[in-house]
């Protein structure tokens, strides 16, 4: 009898044990879904809705790495505590992954519930943590999803609070989205545009147009900035400021980059010796310990001086995973490849990262210049950039230069390079030996040693 109850209570533990995240305490994975379940076969004839949250750490691998596991599990902790004391009754917490909890609120009847509900709970999770003597900063991503009608199931509502959240974290940190049917449909655009553009990487059909960078006292040409561009059979143009954040998310922005440095330092061989090539690299590409190498092996196929070749890279490149991507600065600065940092002023712009990373160039984004003319204060942000520029030794380049007046305002501030379609908008290779050949003939090219030394390119351009 004794026993009976002995193994009773001992198998009721085992049971638990496997419905709790050891760690935290909370229900698991297991928990989350034997809870909704529950749910729905408790409201499944009266179909009253609910909401469930999906939330994913922001910033806490970094985190990890940096203060070591130990302080990771402390934070997890805390995010728990945090978690388990901000729900109301009867909502339960779990925690699903590494740094994936999920809610199930009972009691959440709709998204602008749901919403508000997230951005509760993301202002509790960005709180200071106390990890021994320092402190931690992270916030969170949140993807949710309301339970309205007995046709769905724990696994696919499940799924819909993580299309959600994907849609979270694609907008930037910190942010809340609850299900939609459109999400639905982007999701499948995402993939179509994935697989299409697979193919296209494999076939070598993405290719690289060139936009003139220029001196911008003399408004000679110094250089060209590579930017990609594809056209798929099916569905049609599609632009880089789509297809790039889909390659890296899906992991193949590596071939993808490989393909338009391979083709770009082909095309720039042809070009008078003194122009560069300033190339983007993505910030997933400075996670990867390989890039350096890869950038290098592409340079000796090609036979392209690095000293020619710029690459640019923004802050949330260097951000992502410091100590990476100082290595692959590193690597690239010593074959004498110079590096430039990309959009400043619109990320974190910390000043710090500035003077621990050694860049040769800074460029300015284009939302101060195109107010430069209009807006007091971004007139003063491009004085005050350009003045530490100057104190740190940095090249500048102003970026999304549309009007004369524009550079003429910048020359006066002292800026020394700039880009802008009002100085040439990107164009294939092709049309841009065109485009030098005509600023050749006006002065505009900074050298003449091209039209003592005709290049292939170049003839059979005209
Ligand atoms: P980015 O590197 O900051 O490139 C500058 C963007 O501004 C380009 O957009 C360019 O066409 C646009 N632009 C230049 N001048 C003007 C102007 O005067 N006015 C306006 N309105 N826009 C101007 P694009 O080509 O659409 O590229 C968008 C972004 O996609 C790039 O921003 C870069 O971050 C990324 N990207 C493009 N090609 C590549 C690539 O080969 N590799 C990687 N990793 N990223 C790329
Ligand atoms: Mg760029
Ligand atoms: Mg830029």
């Known amino acids: ?23 935290t305490g909370l229900g698991n994975r ?15 004839h009266d179909p009253v809705p609910f909401a469930v949250l999906i939330l994913d750490l922001d910033g806490f691998k970094p985190i990890n790495d940096l203060f070591g596991r ?25 925690r699903i992954g590494g740094d994936e909890f999920a809610v199930l609120f009972p009691m959440l009847f709709t998204e602008k519930a749901a919403q508000e509900q997230g951005h509760m709970l993301i202002e509790v999770l960005s709180a200071p943590y106390d990890v021994g003597d320092r402190t931690a900063r992270l916030s969170a991503s949140i993807g949710g999803a309301l339970y309205f009608s007995s ?17 979270a974290k694609r907008a930037g940190r910190g942010k809340v989205t609850v299900y939609s049917r459109d999400m639905e449909e982007a999701a499948k655009r995402v993939t179509r545009i ?29 250089g060209f900035e590579c930017l990609a561009r594809w056209t798929d059979r099916d569905l049609g143009p599609i632009p880089p400021s789509v297809f790039i954040p889909i390659a890296e998310e899906r992991g193949i922005i590596s071939p993808l980059s490989q393909l338009l440095l391979l ?28 890039t350096g190498l890869q950038v290098l092996s592409i340079l000796k196929k090609t036979g392209f001086d690095p000293r020619r070749l710029e690459v640019e890279i923004t802050e949330t490149g260097v951000m992502t995973d410091p100590t990476s991507a100082e290595k692959i600065v590193k690597d690239l600065r010593g074959a004498g490849i110079r590096v430039s940092l990309d959009d400043f002023g619109t990320g974190q712009s910390s000043l710090g990262r500035l003077r621990e990373f050694s860049f040769d160039k800074l460029k300015i984004d284009r939302a101060f210049v195109s107010e430069i003319l209009k807006d007091r204060p971004s007139e003063h942000i491009v004085k005050a950039i350009l003045a530490m520029c100057d104190g740190l030794g940095l090249e ?11 550079a003429d305002r910048l020359v ?21 030996l065109g485009y030098l050949r005509d600023s050749l003939r006006a002065g505009h090219v900074i050298n003449d040693s091209w039209t003592t030394q005709p290049v292939t390119g170049l003839r059979a351009a005209t």
């Open 1 to 23: 009898m004794q026993l009976a109850h002995i193994k009773d209570v001992y198998s009721a533990e085992t049971a638990e044990l496997a419905y709790t995240d050891p760690l």
């Open 396 to 406: 500048v380049i102003a970026e999304g230069i549309e009007e004369e007046a524009q």
């Open 412 to 432: 006066d501030f002292g800026c020394g390079g700039g880009q802008g379609f009002f100085f040439g908008k990107p164009r294939d290779a092709q049309q841009t």
């Open 151 to 167: 046709a769905d199931k724990a696994d696919s509502l499940f799924i819909k609070a993580e299309t959600a959240l994907y849609h």
């Open 194 to 222: 994935e697989q299409a553009l697979r193919r296209a990487i494999a076939a070598g059909e993405v290719e690289p147009h060139f936009q003139p960078i220029v001196n911008l006292k003399t408004r000679q040409t110094i």
């Open 70 to 94: 130990k302080a990771g599990d402390e934070i997890l902790s805390q995010v728990a505590l945090r978690l388990r004391s901000a729900i109301p009754e009867g909502a339960v917490a779990t």
């Open 263 to 290: 083709k770009s330092t082909a095309a720039a061989r042809d070009w008078p010796k003194d122009l560069f090539l300033s190339f983007n690299l993505s910030p997933s590409q400075l996670v990867d310990p390989n």
């Open 30 to 44: 297991r928990r989350f879904f034997e809870k909704v379940e529950r749910i729905i076969a408790d409201r499944y």
